[in-house]
């Protein structure tokens, strides 16, 4: 704690945001980028506390909920270090913990900054910006390499599913020496990373960039296989000494009311996948789901929800509606706690600058979807909700609004069951992959699971934190003990 008055003297400031009328026009990060005397100056802010609950990652048996860092992040270690300058060290100490710190120092939701200790009395310190901060200027000042492992155990390895855990899982893998073999049906490398969040938040080049390093080091990326389809569990076991499985929970919540077959109702996912494919082939034409011109209700009112709000802005939607079956969020949560509150996100934000108003609406459901003659959706029928342990309809609330794209953004159900079908993988009670946390083995022996498709539904930083934690307990498997964090 180089400056130990930090906290009184500076106040918590990030650079602004683009604004929201301004970046509607583009698809690049919308973020502002701190220089290094700001940036030394807000880490100057953090008070190197007794019980850093930044960086506890400590569960809630009671919410399920994490308390700070999912990977334990090194804050304070790294925030006296930027502050005195020695941005080398700090990411050094950054990537002790965390593979990927230039996805979380952009995707991140930021739970430590929920549960830093200034945040009882004060805004939290920056902790996510300096996140970004350390590891772009690692990149920028050529202190990321390729640094392949000294030498190969004679191990082979396959990991399923290329997003957040899997990389984690072949990153750590592959530095103590196995050999590493990443399957992934999509035609590019990332999972969720590359198709799911938008380019705004996360561009794609960042996610290229990491590929291409762990390519170098020796990991090998098959791309457009599905195993289970293209190459059987089975067989794909009898070629490794090990398998991990990170295919997600890619199974999405459906609305099966009147008209959910016409064309323009979509799950958000795969409008998101689509928009981005396009973008990645160079944007010609127009996307093969457009918003262009449309009345556009969200149905759903989280994360991805808001990642649909910011798409079918960009792509020049008439107007954008987002309905959520539960009440309003709180307006904050209390610290420590980390969740879902009704603060306005980017897609909200830009809606609000084009249209008006916050576009979501709270305690609303869809009832059925109207077409026209050719089949396409051209009206939805809403009603109110009242909450009485479970949603009742409010009568006399029903209204029809416009619609000519609607997008379905209510959570997923969990893994697909191809693949953990045809190797025999016990489910739990939320039909997840069961695999202990902690050990992440499967009831198949040499076969383990992690990230969303063990979890649930959840967030990049688990994601990396569980790919770290299975290669840890696959190492074990295959070499009796393990030096893996
Ligand atoms: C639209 C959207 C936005 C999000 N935004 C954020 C955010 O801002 N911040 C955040 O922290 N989290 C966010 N999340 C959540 C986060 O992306 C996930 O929790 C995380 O990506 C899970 O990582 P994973 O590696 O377990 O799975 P995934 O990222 O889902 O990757 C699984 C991969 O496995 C592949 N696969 C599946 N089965 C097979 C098979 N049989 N053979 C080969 N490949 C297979 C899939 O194609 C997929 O690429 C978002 C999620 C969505 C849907
Ligand atoms: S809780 Fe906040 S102030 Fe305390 S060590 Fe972590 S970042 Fe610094």
Redesign the pocket.
Known sequence: MGNPTGFKEVERHLPPDRAPAERIGDWQDFHGHAGEEQLRSQASRCMDCGTPFCHTGAGRADTRQTVGCPLNNLVPEWNDLVYRGLWQDALHRLHKTNNFPEFTGK???APCESACVLAINEPAVTIKNTEWSIIERGFDEGWVRAQPPPARTGKRVAV???????LACADQLNKVGHTVTV????DRIG???MY??PNM?LEKHLVDRRVQLMREEGVEFRAG????RDLSGADLRAQNDAVVL???A?NPRDLPIPGRELDGVHQ??GY?TVNMRWLLDGAHGRPRIDAAGKDVLVIGGG??GT?CVGTAMRQGCRSLTQIEIVPQFPAALPWPEFGRTSTPDYGQEEAAAAFGADPRRYSVTAQRFIGDAAGRVRKVHLVDVEWNGAPKPVAGSERAVPAGLVLLSMGFLGP?S??LDELRIDRDDRSNAAAEYGRFTTNVEGVFAA???RRG???????IMEGRGAARECDRYLMGSTLLP
Do not use: F, H, N
């Not at 399923?160 to 899997?166: C, D, E, Y």
């Not at 399957?183 to 999509?186: C, D, L, Q």
């Open positions: 995707v991140c939701p399923v599913g290329s997003g957040p855990a899997g399957y992934e049906r999509a999972g969720l990373l799911g969040i938040k296989v599905e195993v289970g990170c295919c997600g890619t958000a996912v998101l994360d991805t990642d697909e191809l693949l990230g969303d498709i539904a959840s967030l990049v930083v688990w994601a």
